[in-house]
């Protein structure tokens, strides 16, 4: 479809259709975690204690078998050599111990940075010593953090799309047969009523008309029955079109039709993190227009949403934003928020192809 204008799964998580994948930590693996972290501090005393004795055996070994001698008084040049081999002596212990916890510091400074919604960010542990193996314990503890995040953010939302489709339904089937049954009953009085009455009743059947489509419009957000049937590029096309009606703001659409396959739950978190950047454009942005693309980048798909507006700070993440990294980790999708080049904000979704449903 051309442009024109408009008025992997995370590891071990669950999926919105199918429920809960995770497997949890068995209790022996919980043991076996529990039991590291001592025998880490263990090995941590043993090389600390290790250079030191090092260091003192060279220093009593240079005192023993070096012609030095410390007379009473004591002179300059045996202070000075005496100086010279403690200075020596600290510098020695200093530097092997700088090599022994230097990887700490690249670990403090994870632990400090890390985001369980920004996942796969670990720390490469290098050899077999001590603090290597404190480095890939928590590698694996974040590993279980994330799986375990996601596992829940899948439950959370999952149920979310539930109520949803329960409310739309319930909307659809209960209310919007009511008012349907309302208007009839106003037509038929309407016919029947006298000319006075008859202009007041048709106000009050235009009134009822335009309730009845908003519940439609509402059902329509909350579950878009045309996902279902039509698929994503006609979902997208009717959602850019109801944004830009509602708004008055211009929303431009670039759908490729030729997509690889995304799976139900991959279309789902596409058209919601779609359906939220254009609510948040249209509602915070102060925009005059937006673009809407869905192309295929390589074996991926790639959402872009973008607008003219005021733009994004860059540490300003509200529970909108948050929600979509949460729906994205869903299906192994990278997503970028964040300043437009041209100006405005820029959302970025890129989905790996071949996704299940």
């Given amino acids: 479809m051309g442009a ?22 068995s209790p022996a693996d919980l043991g076996r975690a529990r039991a590291g972290a001592p025998a880490t501090m263990r090995w941590l005393f043993r090389r600390v204690f290790l250079v030191n004795v090092v260091v003192l055996l060279v220093s009593t070994a240079l005192l023993v078998f070096s012609p030095v001698t410390v007379s009473a008084p004591i002179v300059a040049a045996e202070v000075a050599v005496l100086a010279v081999g403690l200075l020596t002596a600290l510098v020695l212990n200093a530097v092997l111990l700088r090599a022994s916890l230097r990887p700490l510091d690249g670990l403090t400074a994870l632990m400090e940075r890390v985001d369980l919604l920004r996942p796969g960010e670990r720390l490469a542990a290098s050899g077999t ?14 590993d279980r953090l994330e799986a375990e995040r996601g596992a829940s953010a899948a439950r959370a939302l999952a149920a979310q799309e539930g109520e949803r489709q329960r409310i739309a339904r319930e909307l659809h089937d209960e209310i919007g047969q009511s008012l349907t049954a309302v208007l009839l009953g106003l037509k038929r009085a309407a016919d029947l009523a006298p000319a006075p009455v008859r202009a007041e009743l048709a106000a009050v059947t235009e009134t009822v008309r335009a309730s009845l489509d908003e519940v439609r419009q509402v059902a329509r957000r909350l579950r878009p029955d045309v996902l279902d049937d039509l698929g994503l590029v006609s979902a997208l096309d009717a959602l850019a079109a109801d944004v830009a009606e509602a708004s008055g703001m211009a929303v431009t659409v670039d759908l490729d039709p030729d997509l690889p396959g995304l ?31 869905l192309r295929r980048e390589g074996a991926a798909v790639v959402l872009r949403v973008t ?30 928020v964040g300043p437009h080049p041209g100006g405005g904000t820029e959302v970025v979704l890129r989905v790996p192809g071949g996704g299940g449903g």
Wanted: charged residues 20%.
């Fill in 129 to 142: 010593g001590d603090v290597a193996h404190l480095i890939r314990t928590f590698n694996g503890m974040l």
């Fill in 307 to 336: 607008d003219d507006g005021c733009g994004i700070g860059p540490d300003v993440e509200g529970a909108g934003i948050q929600g979509m990294r949460e729906r994205a980790l869903l299906v192994g999708a990278e997503l970028h």
């Fill in 263 to 293: 799976g139900a739950d991959g279309e789902l978190v596409v058209y919601r993190i779609a359906q939220e950047s254009l609510s948040n454009v249209a509602r915070h942005a102060e925009a005059q227009a937006a673009d809407l693309s």
């Fill in 4 to 25: 024109r204008p408009h008025g992997q799964a995370v590891p071990g998580a669950a999926t919105l259709e199918g429920m809960p994948v995770l497997t949890a930590p």
